[in-house]
């Protein structure tokens, strides 16, 4: 009789056990966002995120010519791209929206010249 209420309770625990496995990576989402410069410039990156109404920054990033950084802030980010000599004066400022799966952008120059801009583009997914 005792052995037959020690195999039910370990019955019991594996069933609770089985559905968080499975049902744990369907509840967490995959909100990476990779960050590689692309430009010759070093850059400083940083994101920021409103979560839970408060306002959550990741620490700055100081990328070289082709370096990458992520970040896994939920939700929309604001993404600025810094010159370190001038810090006070970002490049480029972008939305970037949430999404359940991982994201890739890339720091760019667009134009020439006087007219030349910073900008984040997505980077397509490898097949």
């Not at 700055?60 to 010159?83: E, F, H, N, Q, W």
């Not at 001038?86 to 991982?102: E, H, M, S, W």
Request: net charge positive; aromatic share 0%.
């Amino acid at each position: 009789m005792i052995s037959h209420l020690r195999r039910l309770g370990r019955t019991s625990l594996a069933l609770p056990a089985a559905l968080v496995v499975c049902l744990l990576p369907a509840a967490v989402r995959a909100e990476t966002t990779k960050i590689t410069n692309g430009t010759s410039l070093v850059v400083v990156v940083q994101a920021t995120a409103v979560v839970n109404k408060q306002l959550q920054s990741d620490a700055p990033s100081k990328l070289p010519p082709g370096g990458s950084t992520a970040t896994t802030l939920p939700g929309d980010k604001v993404i600025t791209v810094i010159d370190p000599a001038k810090p006070n004066n970002p490049l480029c400022r972008k939305v970037i929206a949430g999404a359940t799966d991982d994201q890739e952008f890339a720091i760019v120059i667009v134009g020439k010249g006087a007219n030349a801009q910073v900008t984040l583009v997505p980077v397509p997914k490898k097949p």
